[in-house]
């Protein structure tokens, strides 16, 4: 098992079942400190990067939780991926096979839908090229994601819970993790299973921009408990999460179409 690095569905759309990878060559995931995505937003205005990851402090609470006390913040856009932009696909409810969710899987959930200055903005157009240039596997095909703005808080009464259906898949192809934000926290480990649920890599995202990418077809993934940290009163975790997916349309077809394979990164050894 590997540790941290040092220092750092719409209509039409075909998602590929867990289980099921494209290819097995290589490693099913890379974990990259912040400077890959920090170096990528260099050319992007300092403004622009404040506005988007301030828009957390704009996120409505998750309806679907069923609890009294909210403690999970999201909202939820669909793209088509294109070489030069991100084409905005119509809001439609997330949903997620009973068989990888076991706690809201079967169920449309429909969140909020992302910000026109968000979904629209050159931050994430420029986030969501560079994660696709550095899925761990083939990209051919991956025409599609499925972006999620997510934060999750935690009080000295209430703990958050990032994942509450425990060590799971998604149901995409890869599915990327990007620390936002985390303040006052303890716990929120992220921890990488083989599809045998045995342990293959475990980190603490610390940084923002600090990234997981990992193949969702060959990995099990799971998410600790959020806790104030000690002498902290509350606690936030702000999430980027990015589902990449054939989605059958006429985007991208693979490695012609644009983009270039991008090397870094912590793989498992």
Not at 88 to 100: G, M
Not at 205 to 218: G, Q, S
Request: with cysteine.
């Amino acid at each position: 098992m590997t540790s941290s690095p040092p220092g750092a569905p719409a209509p039409h759309l075909t998602r590929t079942p867990p289980g099921t990878p494209g290819a097995q060559a290589g490693p099913p995931f890379v974990h990259f400190g912040p400077e890959l995505l920090g170096a990528a937003l260099g050319g992007v205005p300092a403004g622009a990067v404040e506005e988007f990851t301030g828009s957390w402090d704009d996120l409505p609470a998750d309806t679907h939780l069923g609890t009294g006390t909210p403690y999970r913040f999201r909202r939820y856009g669909l793209f088509r991926i294109r070489p030069d932009r991100l084409e905005r696909l119509p809001h439609t409810a997330f949903f997620q096979d009973k068989s990888v969710n076991k706690v809201h899987g079967g169920v449309p959930r429909l969140f909020a839908p992302l910000t026109g200055a968000v979904a629209g903005g050159e931050v994430l157009r420029t986030v969501v090229h560079t994660l696709r240039r550095h899925l761990p596997g083939p990209r051919a095909g991956m025409d599609t994601c499925g972006v999620h703005q997510i934060r999750v808080t935690a009080t000295t009464r209430t703990e958050g819970h990032p994942a509450p259906e425990g060590v799971h898949q998604d149901g995409h192809c890869y599915v990327a993790q990007v620390l936002i934000r985390r303040e006052g926290v303890s716990g929120a480990e992220s921890a990488l299973y083989d599809l045998r649920s045995r342990p293959v890599h475990r980190a603490l995202l610390t940084a923002p921009l600090e990234t997981i990418v990992l193949d969702d077809r060959r990995l099990l993934h799971g998410v600790s408990p959020v806790r104030p940290a000690p002498g902290a009163s509350s606690g936030v975790r702000d999430m980027l999460l990015v589902d990449f997916f054939p989605g059958g349309g006429d985007g991208p077809a693979g490695d012609g179409d644009g983009f270039t394979d991008g090397e870094g990164g912590t793989l498992p050894g």
